[in-house]
């Protein structure tokens, strides 16, 4: 038995919620999930080898990927239909195996058919595989900048664990992952009040349009092109460095070089 994930017809792709717009912003969820599917199927794995007790079933909880928030980019973003279509397959899958998976870590009826878990995990990897090879091909430079390396290390780790290995568990059975992860959904608030910027050796006003730890999107930024330097100013000698990855008619996307801290996310929002 194996699950199996069919792609929907365009009217599904259309109704698949749209909680951000911002590219760089779903890039990062793609690669923050091909980690967490590594270390579940590296779990899975090690669970169905059944090679030692320190791996409990409840560890298939703990890195579970949550769904990705931010829908396959409109006509005019530079990602095909195929990908679109396998990035949904590949949501679909997550969600499927997730629930599975929280089924079976916490059943005390019965012993939990583990080499089924292992194995769906296992093509669940072969699939985040695909999607970030395709991601390479599909996405323009300025999309993937300074992520490549966390790239090819989530493809070596997705290698092994869909061979079966379990990379990133320890002798001991502990889970990690070698590089930080967003265990939850990311969160993006829409918002539509003016900020102030620093780009170009100018202070401009623009409105921002929507706003997470990881970036910004905004509306009205005069000379903005992808690469540029720009700052978030907060307050007197206070301001967040960013960079602008994409510029589209009047609109930008700002990635932030820090995640923004929770009680300034609350106040950009409030």
């Known amino acids: 038995m194996s699950i199996t994930v069919q792609s929907d017809s365009a009217m599904a792709m259309d109704d698949w919620t749209v909680a951000c717009d911002s590219i760089p912003t779903l890039i990062e969820e793609i ?43 409109p006509q005019s973003m530079p990602f095909s239909d195929e990908f679109s279509c396998a990035l949904f397959a590949f949501d679909h899958r997550l969600a499927m195996l997730s629930e599975l998976s929280g ?13 089924l878990i292992a194995s769906n995990w296992q093509r669940a990897a072969s699939q985040a595989q695909a999607i970030l090879s395709r991601l390479e091909v599909e996405a323009t430079p300025c999309f993937i900048a300074g992520i490549g390396e966390h790239i090819r290390l989530a493809n070596l780790l997705l290698l092994a664990a869909a061979l079966g290995e379990s990379p990133c ?8 992952v070698p590089v930080p992860v967003e265990r939850r959904g990311f969160f993006r608030a829409t918002a539509n009040r ?38 978030l100013m907060i307050g007197p000698g206070h301001s967040v460095d960013g960079q602008i990855i994409w510029v589209q008619d009047h609109r930008a996307g700002i990635r932030f070089c820090q995640p923004l801290p929770l009680p300034l996310l609350d106040i950009l929002t409030s």
């Open 169 to 176: 568990t320890d002798e001991e059975g502990a889970v990690f």
């Open 31 to 73: 690669v923050n999930a091909a980690f967490l599917v590594a270390a579940t199927a590296s779990t899975a794995n090690c669970l169905a080898r059944r090679e030692t007790l320190a791996v409990a079933a409840t560890e298939l909880l703990s890195h579970l990927p949550p769904r990705l928030t931010g829908a396959p980019p």
């Open 194 to 231: 003016q900020v102030i910027f620093e780009i170009n050796v100018s202070i401009q006003c623009a409105v921002m349009q929507n706003v997470s730890k990881q970036g910004l999107g905004v509306l009205g930024l005069n000379g903005a092109e992808p690469g540029n330097a720009v700052s």
């Open 103 to 115: 089924l079976t870590a916490r059943t005390t009826s019965f012993r939990p058919d583990f080499q």
